[in-house]
């Protein structure tokens, strides 16, 4: 009798997170899919055309960092805040799970085991991934990433075997969390809802999984395998027609309107080995 | 009945040579709420074709300890000794299962000559090996897990289900509320609510379903409110059910380990309905923004 008086009368709490987990829960299972994975696999595709040579890597930043000013704004908006929600809203789901897989072995427990294992992996990979290459890093000595030397920075910063090593780990840790979570998102979202349907889903997220993977690892062993010397030149070449290109356009134009940042950059890239290395004996 | 077993079966002679002479159990005790627990171990002789449930009889008519201590005999909830009550539900060997359909020679294949039993860990201990399972019973409250068609009116023939829909929805209605599927989740943590000095039963019972009501439901009630909303009459709520399902501690705590599914014992296909109440919230949630 008192029961149902309760039930009714005193609904759960009503918090923000209360009221809208529902919502909030969802909104981060879809932000794993889009905008943050869909963006991994741009991102490791793009990295991996560097085993095409350090041309074919160059002409693909220069098509992102064409965006020029557009280019940060269009990162915090889909990649850095969605992914700062995945990631916070994550430890939540995180911290209210009790991981039992030491009494049910069984695979999907051991799946949703690495899920979370990879999860903290790959944050920590990724926060220090953007802090070593990202120009936003280079007040904590990092930002080694220099988009007019795409291939032969990305080269020098990756050189080092420890460094190689923690990339691979998280390269791993990262499409593991994303591959397991495709065939996680389809169940949540009521996708695939059959035992059978789900068994195929499982075949899709291990073909996207090694797919990504040998992406992932093709392009961290491509970034390692690039000549310096030669990828700058071919580079350098690049980043002189650019100019005489856009000094045909508009001479004066082009250099006020690219960004402060990139300003920086292309004085940075004008010292070359030097600006380099110097950065490397730091 | 024993003897005419083996009479029939001759095989299982040089297998009994292998069989121990005594069974060793291990039992993790407790003498009331939120006590301390306490290992305390048995022995008893063995029998052919022992459950956990004549295990703990056993136990119970010798009601000492190995070491032939008089100790007060082990609680334990039990009623229909056929997997259908639910209630008998306790960790055996730490995996989330029935005592009565647990036959102690399987058990010996994982462990030879012992048995280890806990209560529940998800649920408040009462006593021994028997837990509150009230818990299970506030998620089925919360998504109306029944037909509301309580009265004495003549409603007429009730809508008609195909073979195909019956056959879908039967093995979901043979859910017997175990509670091994919230056992076994990592997603369902355990509340326990301590009655407080003074506290009558009755305030006590609705502090402890407040308190349940902002948890997750558990794959069961999520499997009741998919079976109850296929239903033609009881789809007739099916909005109230959508609105536990979507509300807080609803089917978005679901994290896909899908153990639920692994330790059913009556292999009710819990994820199949898990990933059908995902799709229905899917469909509602959107329909319901679109629609205010």
């Known amino acids: 009798m008192m029961r149902s008086t309760v039930s009714t009368t005193s609904l759960p709490d009503d918090s923000f997170l209360g009221r809208h987990q529902f919502l909030l829960y969802r909104l981060f299972s879809l932000a794993g899919l889009i905008p943050v994975g869909a963006f991994l696999v741009v991102h490791l595709l793009t990295n991996s055309s560097v085993l095409a040579g350090a041309a074919s890597f160059q002409a693909r930043v220069d098509l992102i960092h064409s965006l020029g000013p557009l280019l940060p704004a269009i990162e915090w908006l889909f990649i850095f805040l969605p992914m700062l929600f995945h990631a916070v809203m994550g430890f939540v789901i995180i911290a209210t799970g009790v991981p039992n897989v030491g009494s049910y072995s069984y695979m999907g427990n051991v799946r949703y085991t690495l899920q979370r294992a990879s999860a903290m992996i790959a944050f920590v990979f990724i926060f220090w991934h953007i802090t070593q290459l990202h120009w936003m890093g280079a007040p904590l000595g990092g930002g080694q990433f220099d988009p007019h030397h795409a291939a032969s920075s990305a080269a020098v910063a990756l050189k080092p075997v420890a460094i190689t090593l923690l990339y691979a780990t998280g390269i791993i840790a990262t499409v593991y969390h994303f591959s397991n979570g495709l065939w996680s998102i389809g169940i949540t979202w009521g996708l695939w809802t059959s035992p059978a349907a789900m068994q195929r889903a499982n075949w899709l997220s291990i073909i996207v999984g090694v797919g990504l993977g040998a992406a992932g690892l093709g392009a961290l062993g491509g970034m390692r395998s690039i000549d310096v010397e030669k990828a700058k030149e071919v580079e350098t070449r690049m980043y002189k027609a650019r100019q005489l290109l856009e000094g045909g356009i508009s001479a004066e134009s082009a250099q006020q309107s690219t960004h402060a940042v990139s300003v920086s950059r292309v004085s940075s890239g004008a010292t070359d080995e030097q600006g380099i290395s110097s950065k490397n004996k730091e | ?292």
């Open chain 2, 1 to 292: 009945m024993i003897s005419a077993s083996t009479s029939t079966i001759p095989e299982v002679e040089p297998e009994e040579k292998r069989v121990p002479q005594e069974i060793r159990v291990r039992v993790l005790r407790q003498d009331a709420p939120s006590e301390e627990s306490y290992w305390q171990q048995f022995a008893i002789p063995y029998e052919p074709n022992m459950n956990v449930i004549s295990v703990l009889q056993r136990i119970a008519a010798i009601a000492k300890s190995q070491d032939g201590r008089r100790v007060p005999p082990v609680a334990w909830d039990c009623a229909c000794l056929e997997e259908v009550c639910g209630s008998c539900a306790m960790l055996i060997n730490g995996r989330a299962r029935m005592a009565c359909s647990s036959l102690v020679d399987n058990l010996f294949e994982e462990t030879p000559g012992e048995i280890e039993l806990r209560p529940l860990t998800k649920f408040p201990v009462v006593r021994d090996l028997s837990v509150d399972r009230g818990r299970i019973f506030n998620s089925l409250e919360r998504v109306k897990a029944w037909v509301p068609v309580d009265d004495s009116y003549d409603h007429g023939p009730g809508p008609r289900i195909s073979p195909e829909e019956q056959e879908d929805a039967y093995p979901l209605t043979t859910c017997i509320s175990c509670g091994c599927c919230m056992e076994a989740c990592p997603q369902f943590n355990k509340i326990e609510v301590v009655q407080r000095e003074g506290e009558t039963a009755d305030d006590f019972d609705a502090r402890k379903q407040t308190a349940y009501d902002e948890q997750f439901l558990g794959p069961h009630a999520i499997s009741q409110a998919v079976l109850f909303n296929s239903h033609p009459t009881g789809s007739m709520n099916s909005d109230e059910r959508m609105q536990a399902l979507t509300g807080r501690g609803g089917i978005q705590m679901c994290g896909n380990a899908q153990n639920c599914v692994a330790v059913c014992p009556k292999r009710i296909p819990l994820t199949r309905s898990i990933a059908r109440a995902g799709r229905a919230a899917t469909v509602w949630a959107i329909k319901k923004f679109f629609d205010r």
